[in-house]
């Protein structure tokens, strides 16, 4: 799976998108530095705001990934939306612990891997554009599924697209390995994404609850709790 440069401060696969505000953009500035005409210092003005907005909104930070067994982090920036258990049919294929986080415009776009884990399964589905925030946006929106396994733990990604959003990334192929909080896809303007984690895990976050991708531990497994009391003097 191609790595961007660890210079480059933007997401993968933004390079087309950021040249694409900024050469209108500086054409626009070089005119009106020969032409000064008021209107097209107003376009100049609007073209540096839609460009600065573009780039802040494909910015990709360094994270830092906490250690330990049995530990799932967020795979997005955002709120948490809903917390629920319910039925997974394709990947875990039984009950489940879903946890949603809704991305504004204003988040950091770029997804990581809840888990170290082997891509066993990928799937784009077409749908519809609805607000990310509704419930019915995770069945009916389109959306990009991808499974990851480790051993005997089974966990699915779905990335929903939004009203905004119009375009989802995901990079790696099955059989590719991720490891916990490597960054694995983006989803551009505005979304949501689904974790369906295997029954059981001890959620460790609440709805309406902030959290950052590939940081903010979502929830751990009760094995990896009850080592922890364990260990504990």
Request: with cysteine.
């Amino acid at each position: 799976m191609h790595k961007k440069p660890r210079w480059w401060p933007f997401a993968q696969g933004a390079e087309t998108t950021l040249a694409l505000v900024t050469i209108p953009t500086g054409g626009v500035i070089a005119l009106w530095v020969c032409w000064p005409h008021p209107l097209i210092a107003i376009l100049a003005a609007l073209l540096v705001v839609v460009s600065s907005l573009v780039f802040y909104f494909f910015r990709d930070p360094e994270r830092h990934p906490p250690t330990g067994d049995g530990l799932f982090v967020a795979p997005a920036d955002g709120r948490v939306m809903t917390i629920r258990a319910m039925e997974e049919p394709i990947v875990l294929q039984g009950p489940a612990m879903q946890i949603s986080i809704f991305m504004s415009v204003l988040n950091v776009h770029v997804n990581r891997s809840p888990m170290a884990g082997e891509v066993a399964f990928r799937q784009y589905r077409a749908g519809r554009f609805l607000p990310a925030y509704r419930s019915e946006a995770s069945t009916e929106n389109e959306s990009n599924l991808l499974g990851l396994i480790e051993g005997e733990t089974r966990v699915l990604i779905k990335q929903v697209a939004g009203i905004l959003a119009r375009r989802i990334v995901c990079w790696p192929a099955v059989g590719e390995r991720l490891a916990r909080g490597q960054r694995f896809g983006l989803i551009k303007f505005g979304s949501r994404v689904d974790l369906f984690l295997p029954p059981g895990v001890e959620v460790l976050v609440a709805v309406g609850d902030k959290v950052r991708a590939g940081e903010t531990i979502l929830a751990r497994t009760r094995l990896a709790h009850l080592r922890r009391e364990e260990e504990m003097p």
